[in-house]
Nanobody, 125 residues
C-alpha cells in the first residue's frame, strides 16, 4: 500500500483546509486509514481515522467538531476537512493505513502499517 498526502499550506486562524490522501497498491486491503500530525514539541499525535469498509470514524478530542474525515472507496481517497483552524493545529500531517484485522479503530502510530509522506499545515494568527 502506498499513500500520498497533499493539500497542506498556509491558512489564517479560523480558516479551513482540506487534506487529501491517495491510496494505491495492487492488492489494496486495509482496515482503517488515519491522519496523524507531528510537531517537535508534541511528537506524533492521532488526529482522526476511518474504517475503510464501514466508514466508522474516530477523532481526537482536540479536533472533534472541527475536523471531518471521509473516504471514497471508488477512487481510494481519504480526506481531512479542517475547519476553524487554530494556531496549535500547525503541524506536519501524515496519512497512514492499518491493514488490520482490528476490532477497534486504532489511534496509536504503532498500530499503523503504512505511512505517506507528510504535508505541512501552517496556521497563522
Amino acid at each position: 500500500v502506498q499513500l500520498q498526502a497533499s493539500g497542506g499550506g498556509l491558512v489564517q486562524a479560523g480558516g479551513s483546509l482540506t487534506l487529501s490522501c491517495a491510496a494505491s497498491g495492487r492488492k489494496f486491503s486495509v482496515y482503517a486509514l488515519g491522519w496523524f500530525r507531528q510537531t517537535p514539541e508534541k511528537g506524533r499525535e492521532f488526529v482522526a481515522a476511518i474504517t475503510w469498509d464501514e466508514g466508522e470514524t474516530k477523532y481526537s478530542d482536540s479536533v472533534a467538531g472541527r475536523f471531518t474525515i471521509s473516504r471514497d472507496t471508488t477512487t481510494k481517497m481519504v480526506y481531512l476537512r479542517m475547519n476553524s483552524l487554530r494556531r496549535d493545529d500547525t503541524a506536519t500531517y501524515y496519512c497512514a493505513a492499518d491493514r488490520g484485522p482490528d476490532v477497534r479503530i486504532p489511534s496509536r502510530p504503532t498500530q499503523y502499517d503504512y505511512w505517506g509522506q507528510g504535508t505541512l499545515v501552517t496556521v497563522s494568527s
